[in-house]
């Protein structure tokens, strides 16, 4: 289903009652499955119990890999994920250049029989979960341990100590540029980071890992090729600012991923995959709702009254409180018990506006029954 709504400050609540089983559909990320990276590296030079040293680089990089905790992830990391750190660690590098700058040298790779999660680095030394590997050795392990390497060379923490006043570079944007590096330029044929209908309500350009990367990626190619580039050359100087996103492109990163994102939607809804205020057949099947025509008021009506009062409006296929004071809350006719909510919304900076569900006619206000 699909509620879409411009609010006015200080919008009236909108209540859902809720009494029958509307709906569940698992919309979990499809794992998409990590094919095998053509790689020409040379083989490992020295080996010892479970630690192998790799040269990369022609002999510029020593790479430590330790799988002395897990002796079960030995051979898979030795014959599949050492050849590509050989291959990528010196192309990552070459691939986030700046003025003066020496990637580390030397990188440990640990893997951990105890650590929980999938991977994390810290400076040069990174750790990864046995557990998690184990499971997913023939999907996206190779692929999380080029994220982390990315992680060393990045090396913000440079940044940090050299301008400790420095505006820092947003989480969401270190993790978009470690996810770009690896969904475009490692494995873009396993399409990864793609927006398609099932992840779209959830694509923002700061939501960080997938959908950064897919933003840097149409802004690298509509705007400025050299953007990751500039970006990353600042944040190890720690020098990053947000007004980068102008100087390179003419507009600022809200202007940019609002239009990143107004053009996926409208490729998804030319592809016929994205209905606005209406459902796919796809949708209909998995038992999804239409609580909003985009139209009229069909299905709604002001709390403990028949009708809808007048402040509330349908305007460009959203549903708009134009006048708050003559509005109430607005209450599905439907009720609902199990269910599960999409809708997209704006509200305006300090706006008072939200959603109350559970909701009951017994109380004096909406608030009264509904958490
Ligand atoms: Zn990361």
């Given at each position: 289903?699909?509620?879409?709504?411009?609010?006015?400050?200080?919008?009236?609540?909108?209540?859902?009652?809720?009494?029958?089983?509307?709906?569940?559909?698992?919309?979990s990320?499809?794992?998409?499955?990590?094919?095998?990276?053509?790689?020409?590296?040379?083989?490992?030079?020295?080996?010892?119990?479970?630690?192998?040293?790799?040269?990369a680089?022609?002999?510029?990089?020593?790479?430590?890999?330790?799988?002395?905790?897990?002796?079960?992830?030995?051979?898979w990391?030795?014959?599949?994920?050492?050849?590509?750190?050989?291959?990528?660690?010196?192309?990552?590098?070459?691939?986030?250049?700046?003025?003066?700058?020496?990637?580390?040298?030397?990188?440990?790779i640990?893997?951990?029989?105890?650590?929980?999660?999938?991977?994390?680095?810290?400076?040069?030394?990174?750790?990864?979960a046995?557990?998690?590997?184990?499971?997913?050795?023939?999907?996206?392990?190779k692929?999380?341990?080029?994220?982390?390497?990315?992680?060393v060379?990045?090396?913000?923490?440079?940044?940090?100590?050299?301008n400790?006043d420095?505006q820092?570079?947003?989480?969401?944007?270190?993790?978009g540029?470690a996810?770009?590096?690896?969904?475009?330029?490692?494995?873009?044929?396993?399409?990864?980071?793609e927006?398609?209908?099932?992840?779209?309500?959830?694509?923002?350009?700061?939501?960080?890992?997938?959908?950064?990367?897919?933003?840097?990626?149409?802004?690298?190619?509509?705007?400025?090729?050299?953007?990751?580039?500039?970006?990353?050359?600042?944040?190890?100087?720690?020098?990053?600012?947000?007004?980068?996103?102008?100087?390179?492109t003419?507009?600022?990163?809200?202007?940019?991923?609002?239009?990143?994102?107004?053009?996926?939607?409208r490729?998804?809804?030319?592809?016929g995959?994205?209905?606005v205020?209406?459902?796919?057949?796809?949708?209909?099947?998995?038992?999804?709702?239409?609580?909003?025509?985009?139209?009229?008021f069909?299905?709604w009506?002001?709390?403990k009254?028949?009708?809808v009062?007048?402040?509330?409006?349908?305007?460009?296929?959203?549903?708009?409180?134009?006048d708050?004071?003559?509005?109430?809350?607005?209450?599905?006719?439907?009720?609902?018990?199990?269910f599960?909510?999409?809708?997209?919304?704006?509200?305006s900076a300090?706006?008072?506006?939200g959603?109350?569900?559970?909701?009951t006619?017994?109380?004096?206000?909406?608030?009264?029954?509904?958490?």
């Open positions: 289903m699909e509620i879409k709504m411009n609010s006015a400050p200080h919008m009236s609540l909108i209540a859902l009652f809720v009494s029958l089983v509307l709906f569940l559909s698992q919309r990320i499809t794992a998409q499955q990590e094919r095998k990276s053509a790689s020409d590296s040379t083989a490992p030079s020295t080996a010892t119990e479970g630690i192998k040293k790799l040269s680089g022609s002999g510029k990089y020593e790479l430590l890999l330790d799988t002395s905790e897990t002796p079960e992830l030995r051979e990391a030795e014959n599949e994920l050492a050849p590509v750190m050989q291959k990528w660690y010196p192309e990552i590098i070459q691939m986030l250049p700046s003025d003066g700058y020496q990637a580390p040298t030397n990188v440990t640990q893997f951990s029989k105890e650590m929980r999660g999938v991977a994390a680095t810290s400076g040069t030394k990174i750790r990864c046995a557990k998690w590997f184990s499971e997913n050795l023939k999907g996206e392990a692929g999380a341990v080029f994220h982390e390497l990315v992680h060379v990045q090396n913000y923490g440079l940044g940090r100590r050299k400790p420095g820092r570079m947003p989480g969401w944007l270190v993790e540029i996810d770009y590096l690896r969904w475009y330029k490692y494995e873009p044929e396993s399409k990864g980071a927006i398609t209908k099932r992840n779209f309500s959830r694509a923002r350009y700061d939501a960080s890992y997938r959908p950064t990367a897919n933003f840097l990626n149409w802004t690298v190619s509509n705007y400025s090729p050299e953007l990751v580039v500039v970006l990353n050359a600042a944040a190890r100087e720690g020098k990053y600012n947000d007004d980068l996103w102008k100087e390179k003419g507009k600022t990163v809200q202007e940019l991923g609002n239009e990143w994102k107004t053009q996926i939607e490729k998804l809804i030319d592809a995959e994205l209905v205020n209406g459902l796919t057949e796809e949708e209909k099947k998995a038992g999804w709702k239409l609580l909003f025509n985009g139209k009229d069909d299905g009506h002001v709390f009254m028949n009708s009062r007048p402040g509330w409006q349908v305007k460009d296929g959203a549903l708009v409180c134009a708050p004071h003559n509005a109430g809350d607005l209450c599905t006719d439907q009720q609902f018990d199990w599960e909510l999409e809708l997209e919304y704006n509200i300090g706006g008072n506006s959603i109350i569900y559970h909701v006619d017994e109380g004096g206000a909406v608030w009264a029954t509904g958490p």
